[in-house]
């Protein structure tokens, strides 16, 4: 017999809600806890990425908070944490269609962007807050916002906010709010002092667990592809990419994903880029772009590894190895979500087979590694059809006069050139902003930077700032309209 959520107690308004949406038969974890957070009950969930923990939190949040108290300014009555702004993000994308049907407002609060949007919402009254510990704490010392009327409180991906050392700013936040709140936690893990926290600000909690920590997803197949050498992983990395579907290519750093990102746009291959060096903005038009199909392909470091719920990722790749196997299941667990299959795809180099065994035994993966290149038949196979080559978006060159005066940039790429250099310019992509570049783009990805001169119109300098016609160049910057 089928259990359905009006057989677990959810309330008419969020099963329509749901039915909307298309989901109307529970996941196991949801049947497992929904009787006990419905009634009020703390609970621990235990599951492994992609088995449906957001929705098992959103449906009591919404579900207990409906028809409660007035709404006062920055005071909410629900809260739920989470480690990264994508996460944070992504949970709201799920809660706000059940807060709508339940009469009550979301607002989404963390670090990258201005904290004047935030505070208005907060001025102006919500119920469920979605946050990122640090800029929560941040507002919690400006008084913009106080805990004392949270009635629950929810901590997802507990394990990976101990990965980041964010459990004392999660504790600290737990110790504002009532301690006769509800509280629910999910994680995969309960090491690194998850336990800790579970002990202290849980009481009398039902523990609900669907998989074990490593536990492998039965619909997700793995593969290594053993490589012979570097020009050889380039091409098999194109064969990977130029399927149909959408596929993750995993990266260790964020230079090397905006270049791929780069190089397979630059091949007709529309792809976006995903790192920490990305203000908050590009990083939402670039998941947009990937989940509308604009681009096909996200090329990410590990901060895509959890927090990026799309649908019908069919292919994960780790282009490069991860550095230890939680890592490879977080990244794997992009694929093979919410019941759909999924493949996923390690590239190995002659220098990297040992690390990788090791990681592939903690994992609890068990698979042979494949001598691969891009035209291997059991390549070809995995790939499927070929996608239409989709001709790069051109770069438009900037208008003379309206660019702003160059700054140093601080960070990956950027560098402070000193006077005798000809100026400052940023290059690459400079912490928490999108990727400015002289001549180049992510193109086709909807994404925009922001550009010099035309490259042919910038001298090049000696030593002592002497350009190529003999003259001094000033170093002082010119005035410019904003």
């Known amino acids: 017999m089928t259990t359905s959520f009006s057989d677990l107690g959810v309330p008419r308004p969020l099963v329509a809600t749901l039915s909307d949406s298309g989901i109307t038969s529970p996941f196991p974890i949801q049947v497992d806890t929904l009787p006990d957070t419905l009634a009020g009950r703390d609970v621990l969930g235990r599951g492994r990425t992609g088995s ?43 809660v706000e269609p059940l807060a709508h049907a339940s009469g009550l407002r979301v607002t989404t609060i963390f670090g990258g962007v201005s904290q004047s949007r935030q ?36 901590l997802d991906e507990a394990d990976h906010m101990a990965d980041l050392g964010f459990l004392p700013g999660v504790t600290r936040i737990m110790n504002a709010t009532p301690s006769n709140g509800q509280r629910l936690l999910f ?19 039902v523990m609900h667990s669907v998989d074990e920590a490593n536990s492998p997803v039965a619909a997700m197949t793995h593969h290594i592809f053993d490589v012979a050498g570097v020009d050889a992983k380039k091409d098999l990395i194109r064969t990977l990419a130029s399927g149909n579907g959408r596929r993750i290519l995993f990266m260790r750093t964020k230079h090397q994903a905006r270049k791929l990102a780069k190089q397979l746009t630059d091949s007709g291959i529309p792809a976006v880029d995903l790192h920490g060096n990305l203000s908050q903005n590009a990083r939402d038009r670039n998941l947009a772009a990937f989940s509308s199909g604009e681009a096909r392909v996200l090329v990410a470091t590990d901060v895509a590894a959890r927090g990026v719920h799309v649908d019908d990722v069919e292919l994960v790749v780790h282009v490069d190895p991860p550095a230890e196997h939680k890592a490879y299941l977080h990244r794997s667990g992009r694929t093979a979500r919410a019941g759909s299959a999924g493949d996923v795809v390690t590239l190995v180099l002659p220098d990297q087979r040992r ?37 790069p978006k051109p770069v438009q060159a900037q208008a003379a006069g309206t660019s702003r005066p160059q700054r140093s ?24 902003s999108s990727s400015r570049q002289g001549s180049s783009s992510r193109q086709g990805a909807g994404s925009a930077t922001r550009q010099g001169a035309p490259a042919g119109q910038r001298s090049s300098t000696g030593h002592g700032g002497v350009a190529a016609t003999g003259r001094r160049r000033s170093t002082r910057p010119t005035a410019t309209p904003r």
Do not use: W
Not at 58 to 70: C, E, M, Q, V, Y
Not at 196 to 205: D, G, I, M, P, T
């Open 52 to 94: 449906g923990k957001t929705l098992a939190f959103s449906i009591p949040l919404t579900a207990r908070l409906a028809g409660g108290s007035t709404r006062a300014a920055g005071r909410p009555r629900g809260l739920v944490l989470a480690p990264t702004r994508e996460l944070a993000t992504q949970i709201a994308a799920v």
């Open 119 to 154: 505070v208005e919402a907060l001025r102006r009254g919500v119920d469920i807050v979605i946050a990122c510990p640090g800029r929560l704490e941040d507002l919690m010392r400006q008084k913009f916002v106080s805990l004392d009327a949270i009635e629950i409180t929810v």
């Open 187 to 205: 994680s995969a893990t309960l090491d690194n002092g998850v336990d800790k926290l579970v002990k202290r600000f849980l009481h009398n909690q």
């Open 355 to 391: 690390d990788l065994a090791v990681i592939m035994r903690k994992a609890a993966i068990n698979v042979t590694p494949i001598k691969s290149t891009a035209n291997s038949e059991h390549v070809l196979a995995l790939v499927g059809e070929i996608a239409p080559y989709v001709a």
């Open 409 to 432: 940039g601080g960070s990956a790429g950027g560098r402070r050139r000193t006077p005798s250099q000809g100026g400052a310019a940023r290059q690459g992509s400079g912490s928490g």
